[in-house]
């Protein structure tokens, strides 16, 4: 008789966040973030594959762009088809100096329309022009 052995590999989802229909967006430690559509569970809609694990997502509904916080200090923004659309910057004047654990949109404010908190203990406001960016696109 031949034994055989099967080994189950476990992905650990950092962030999951219902968005406009019937979408979820779900983010994990294997470097990925994947567009789900709650009627069909087999195979996601959108799968975006990034070079840093993935922790809090966030996702600004009225524009339907993905915000990826990622343990390598970078933002990244995706439209909800997996297009890159920008990466915030980096740098000693703006940015993160440590890992960024979420991020937070927030559709109404007039100066700051994302928000981002890292492991350096900041909380950095930013100013993206939704309207520009999705034009670039």
Not at 108 to 124: E, W
Request: proline share 4%; aromatic share 6%; hydrophobic share 40%.
């Amino acid at each position: 008789m031949r034994e055989t052995s099967s080994v189950v590999a476990f992905i650990t989802v950092t962030s999951a966040v219902f968005t406009v229909g019937d979408n979820v967006v779900s983010g994990s430690d294997d470097r990925t973030v994947k567009v789900w559509d709650l009627k069909n569970m087999r195979s996601p809609i959108a799968t975006i594959r990034t070079d840093s694990a993935v922790n809090r997502i966030n996702v600004c509904v009225g524009q339907r762009i993905i915000a990826l916080p990622h343990d390598n200090r970078q933002v990244r923004l995706f439209d909800m088809s997996g297009v890159r659309l920008a990466r915030l910057p980096r740098s000693n004047r703006q940015g993160h100096r440590r890992m960024v654990c979420c991020t937070a949109w927030s559709e109404d404010h007039p100066i700051c329309n994302l928000f981002t908190c890292g492991f350096d203990r900041q909380a950095i406001g930013w100013n993206i022009n939704i309207p520009a960016l999705l034009q670039e696109k």
